[in-house]
């Protein structure tokens, strides 16, 4: 399992379209080549990010392996893939998605709002 640690503090912090964050964080020191090669080998690798304003403890840090699937997408975009295919199997890709999508979106209403007592 690789690690990394060092002195560092948290910059910023936005927030993004999936409501998920995105933190910049600096390093306070410079690091040697080895140390550098260790956090670029980390890069887009799924884990645990620990910060604390003094060391942790080794029970702080968690030994259940950290699962980020990055290629999840939303219900809605989910449905919306379905419907964009749906669409250019039915229609061959001819005439307008959004207008077709719009009216299967009403008849998937209109049949749960049926199921409703």
């Keep these: 399992m690789s690690k990394f640690q060092a002195p560092s503090f948290i910059q910023g912090i936005s927030t993004l379209k999936d409501k998920t964050l995105k933190l910049t964080v600096y390093i306070a020191k410079e690091l040697a080549g080895e140390e550098k090669a ?4 980390l890069e887009q ?21 950290a699962k980020i699937d990055q290629n999840v997408k939303t219900p ?42």
């Design 38 to 41: 260790k956090l670029f080998d």
């Design 76 to 117: 809605s975009k989910r449905l919306y893939a379905v419907l964009f295919v749906k669409w250019n199997q039915q229609t061959d890709g001819k005439g307008n998605f959004n207008t077709w999508r719009e009216e299967e979106m009403e008849k998937i209403i209109d049949n749960e709002k049926s199921q409703l007592e």
């Design 45 to 65: 690798k799924e884990g645990w990010f620990l910060f604390s304003e003094n060391t942790f403890q080794t029970k702080d840090i968690p030994t259940e392996t």
